[in-house]
């Protein structure tokens, strides 16, 4: 895949490795907490419907209880105007940042610039493989939920 790719190349498959690996990580995280039976409290929309009304996993999204249409295009366009104005990255033609996957655009720090070089190498590699992690996580949870049975920890999907 990268025999003969130049740094662009490789820099351009990192930043979406990054990306893929946060949003994995947030959907690991989003599928334990409701199958946790954790929900957002109050109304979802203005008939009274309650969050904890609606199922998990892909029934939320496609089974005869889930979210209405209307519901499911406000969620991906909150998602397309956060691609399109808000996670810019130096790859994506934002002003450069420190590395591929920098999202602070210049007003975000949590102390970055204060950790030194080997620090921040560290990190990244920690959120590299975190990432990794969460992505065989969230594609391994979807896989036993299309399945049907028990998973441990999780319970019956």
């Given amino acids: 895949m990268l025999d003969d790719a130049d740094q662009d190349r490789f820099d351009r498959l990192r930043y979406v490795e990054i990306k893929h690996g946060r949003i994995s990580q947030l959907a690991f995280l989003g599928q334990i907490t409701t199958r946790a039976g954790y929900h957002l409290p109050g109304a979802i929309d203005g008939a009274g419907d ?33 691609e399109i104005f808000v996670m810019k990255d130096s790859a994506n033609g934002a002003a450069p940042g420190d590395f591929v996957g920098d999202f602070r655009n210049g007003y975000i720090d949590f102390g970055w610039d204060n950790f030194d070089e080997e620090t921040k190498l560290q990190k990244r590699a920690v959120e590299l493989n975190n990432g990794r992690a969460a992505m065989m996580g969230i594609l391994g949870l979807m896989v036993h939920e299309q399945l049907g049975g028990s998973v441990p920890i999780v319970g019956e999907l």
Avoid: E, K
């Fill in 50 to 82: 309650q969050f904890a009304d609606f199922p998990n996993g892909f029934a939320a999204i496609g089974g005869p209880d889930s979210i209405p249409g209307a519901g499911t295009g406000q969620i991906l366009f909150f998602i397309g105007a956060l």
